[in-house]
């Protein structure tokens, strides 16, 4: 559905449009660190979860990702994960991870996949401990993020 003249669009008007660069610039201040890896002296990136809120983006629809980790994120292989967080937005509203845990809403995804014919849904979120973390980490501050990462060293001594 995401047609070449959408991407085109995309590429050229939204991410030029003043709402954007003021929104990123925005976020990428409270942040100041890539969500992944936690990784602060870098260029950062704001990735969007899902384009279902373009112009009137808040923090729960984006992610802050260094380079690597952005290019990670589009990777073919994680693909399902934008039509995870689409559907997600859509069945359970912005805020469903507010009040509900990712695990139970993919089971929720799964289940919907296979009702639809989907033979070889994904199994499973990605690595469950980075996205605790993700859902955790946002909208903290750099010294929250700095924290996280300093547990999360620790906790892999
Ligand atoms: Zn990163
Ligand atoms: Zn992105």
């Given at each position: 559905m995401i047609t070449n003249n959408w991407k085109e669009w995309y590429r050229t008007e939204y991410l030029n449009s003043d709402h954007w660069?003021?929104?990123r610039q925005?976020?990428?201040?409270?942040?100041?660190?890539?969500?992944?890896?936690?990784?602060?002296d870098c260029v950062l990136h704001v990735h969007h979860l899902h384009y279902c809120t373009l112009y009137r983006e808040d923090g729960y629809d984006v992610a802050v990702l260094c380079t690597l980790c952005h290019k990670k994120a589009?990777?073919?292989?994680?693909?399902?994960?934008?039509?995870f967080e689409t559907w997600a937005f859509k069945i359970?509203?912005?805020y469903w991870r507010k009040k509900l845990s990712s695990k139970s809403v993919f089971k929720h995804f799964r289940h919907w996949l296979r009702s639809k014919g989907y033979r070889n849904p994904p199994d499973q979120l990605r690595e469950k401990e980075s996205h605790q973390?993700?859902?955790?980490?946002?909208?903290?501050s750099s010294q929250d993020c700095q924290r996280l990462l300093n547990n999360l060293q620790r906790s892999q001594q």
């Open positions: 660069k003021k929104f925005k976020i990428i201040r409270e942040r100041n660190c890539c969500e992944e890896c936690f990784r602060e589009h990777s073919p292989k994680r693909q399902w994960e934008r039509r359970y509203g912005r973390l993700e859902t955790e980490v946002r909208h903290f």
